[in-house]
């Protein structure tokens, strides 16, 4: 299996950031195991060609482990493993994907916010989370609707 470029360029970014945070805050080792982890995730062959899950949980940790020392720097790892997973070595990504990706960064950077800025996470997780599922039953109910009505004839 051969490795995407965009994906090694997203990965490099990540693991840079991640790298950049190291001085800041008291557990540096724990920043540096989940950036290891995170790169062996990108990189490791499987048998199947799609290793976009434990791409994107190893991406999830990283983001985690380097969110607590800085801001900005998990907002950045964020949408490079958002960049990993999406794009998916696509040169020049079509603009479908483009503006996923966007989109993900958007959605990424307001809940961070949201996040950073509450005195609690729970109750701010529970509202991000109901706004996704509902978000998630329209846009499958919309796409639903439209194989519906493409099977049945219809535009």
Do not use: H
Not at 18 to 43: E, K, N
Not at 121 to 127: I, K
């Amino acid at each position: 299996m051969k490795t995407p470029l965009v994906r090694i360029l997203f990965v490099l970014t990540a693991t840079a950031a991640a790298l950049f945070t190291l001085p800041q805050g008291d557990s540096w080792y724990l920043r540096l195991i989940a950036a290891a982890v995170f790169v062996l995730a990108a990189f490791i062959k499987q048998d199947s060609e799609d290793n976009r899950i434990l791409v994107l949980a190893a991406g999830e940790v990283l983001v985690i482990a380097v969110a607590a020392a800085s801001f900005w720097a998990g907002f950045i790892i964020q949408c490079a493993v958002i960049g990993a997973i999406l794009v998916d070595g696509m040169v020049p990504a079509d603009t479908g994907n483009r503006t996923l990706f966007t989109l993900y960064c958007i959605a990424a950077l307001i809940c961070a916010i949201i996040f950073d800025r509450s005195n609690q996470v729970l109750l701010p997780f529970f509202m991000v989370t109901a706004i996704v599922a509902a978000a998630t039953v329209i846009f499958v109910g919309v796409q639903e609707m439209r194989e519906r009505r493409m099977y049945a004839g219809g535009k």
